[in-house]
């Protein structure tokens, strides 16, 4: 998997702290039932979560990603399962999420597999169950970059040569992607400053919500 090396070489490469908006509304989640985190990278949402006492369901396609997670799920006695696997192929052991987190993963997906995501929320939630969205807008540098180098593959979407993919979500795109559930937060413009790893500081164009069934 693309990021397998990464995790396997560097800590937390996304940084020890839960994104801004999982801190500000996480208390709005009902414990009742567990959480899902969708690319869960190296677990930074899914134990933050697990600490405050939620039970955490976290899946990743990265095989490097899934255990890293669960030998601390173990080490810290904390209720997180890790399942290596695309939310495409997951098969849940409840029969809904109180809440579900889709950070950084929309910006990876192409339009089709957004639409088969968007199902796959209807299926996994339940009345009163809040969702957690990030993605990039068409406003980050990196568009017109990518737009330039690498090969359309539909609106706003592009794929590299060695299999990495960018879709940009125009402004206010995400509320019509999901206009069934209720809007609880909406923000869109630059994110904070951040790096991978010892990577270079970056700071991309975003928007997030939080929605509720």
């Not at 996304?14 to 969708?38: A, C, M, Q, W």
């Not at 810290?76 to 029969?95: G, I, M, N, W």
């Not at 579900?100 to 796959?120: A, M, N, P, S």
């Not at 299999?163 to 937060?185: C, M, P, Q």
Request: hydrophobic share 40%; glycine share 8%.
């Amino acid at each position: 998997m693309l990021y397998d090396e990464t995790y396997a070489n560097t800590k937390n490469n996304f940084g020890e702290e839960p994104e801004p908006v999982l801190r500000d509304y996480y208390h709005k989640i009902n414990t009742s039932k567990p959480v899902l985190d969708i690319g869960a990278g190296q677990g930074r949402h899914a134990f933050f979560l697990a600490r405050a006492g939620f039970e955490v369901d976290a899946i990743d396609p990265s095989k490097v990603a899934a255990e890293t997670i669960s030998a601390l799920a173990v080490s810290e006695k904390l209720p997180v399962r890790a399942y290596q696997c695309s939310f495409d192929e997951f098969v849940p052991q409840t029969d809904f999420y109180s809440g579900i987190l889709i950070f950084g993963v929309i910006q990876i997906l192409t339009w089709k597999e957004i639409d088969c995501l968007r199902d796959k929320l209807k299926q996994w939630t339940h009345p009163g169950s809040l969702i957690f969205i990030t993605g990039f807008t068409i406003a980050d540098a990196s568009f017109v970059r990518y737009s330039r180098i690498w090969k359309p593959i539909g609106k706003n979407s592009f794929a590299g040569e060695q299999g990495n993919l960018r879709t940009y979500l125009e402004a206010g795109e995400i509320l019509d992607l999901f206009k069934e559930y209720s809007v609880v937060h909406h923000w869109e413009g630059l994110g904070p400053e951040h790096r991978h790893g010892n990577g270079p500081t970056e700071r991309h164009a975003m928007a997030e919500v939080v929605l509720q069934r």
